[in-house]
């Protein structure tokens, strides 16, 4: 699972990089994926949106095993 992860993560890069962000994948374990979101997405107030209204959506849509997102 870690392995898809990355691979849709990195598809939704080039999204946070344009706006000077990027996400880190930190640990799948149990159906959580944990992630870091750095750069400009570490500090905005829209973080929670960004994670879990994007990644976790898309994250899901292709992972019905996922159970949750969280950031760390």
Known sequence: ????????LALLRPHLWADGGDVELVD??????????TGACGGCPMATMTLKGGI????RAN???LKEVVAV
Do not use: Q
């Not at 799948?28 to 979101?37: I, N, Q, T």
């Open 1 to 8: 699972m870690k392995e898809r992860v990355e691979e849709i």
């Open 28 to 37: 799948v374990s149990d159906g959580v994926v944990r992630v870091r979101l």
């Open 56 to 59: 976790e959506r898309v994250l």
């Open 63 to 65: 992972l019905p095993e």
